[in-house]
């Protein structure tokens, strides 16, 4: 990356049984970020790789960028993981490329045909192809790729735990206006009533609640103030969890 880019990256590595929810939310996160910068702020590149190999693509999920802003986002495309930047930044749409086929067209890089083949069909992509990807991207070489709309993801609706943090809570995918809910209410989570606050402090120790987060457009999060939410519910990312006001 340096030897490209001029700088090394930064990297943020994630885990966890929902990869995709997280890269998710982690993204949305980063972009919205960018909008502290103003116009001081400089470009960012940011790359993306969640592909588990679960037999929807002959290699993984295909790479594919997109823009927001002077911001450019280089990614397996996935509706999951993508959902979050289609919901709440607008993101329509997604250039989708096939490796073998860019790397057939880059007459610009001095890449023969066997490394070419080994690079298109190697299992660690987005060590080899994702960042020469990105670097030609911008380069504005004649990249070949494939306009595909985003759309929706193919599950039913609802809220999920996005992802938990080191602390035990629970990062969900609504806000307290999709639910139409105020501080001081009471919502039922599964089989339980816990009351909804605007910040943490305002919890007491101990006690389980719904609060403001910092995540996304100010997701909620199911906490417990000196406990862990996770644990006490049972919950894990990519959870469904069931919320009534």
Known sequence: ???????????????????????????????LSTRLLGEDGFPTVTLVNVAPRDGRWPNGAPFGWFGHGRHTVFTTYDPVLLDPVRRHLGVSSVSVTDARTVLAAAEWAAIGEPDAADLAGTQFRSLWYLPLLAKWVLDERPVPFTPVELPAPDRPDGVRVALVDNFGNCKLTCTAADLGILAGDRVAVGSSKVPCHERLSDVPVGTAALVTGSSGPGFLELVVNGGSAAAEFGLRAGDAIALQG
């Open 1 to 31: 990356m340096a030897a490209l880019f001029g700088r090394p990256p930064v990297v943020l590595p994630l885990g966890g049984p929902a990869p995709l929810e997280a890269a998710g939310l982690t993204l949305l996160d980063v972009l």
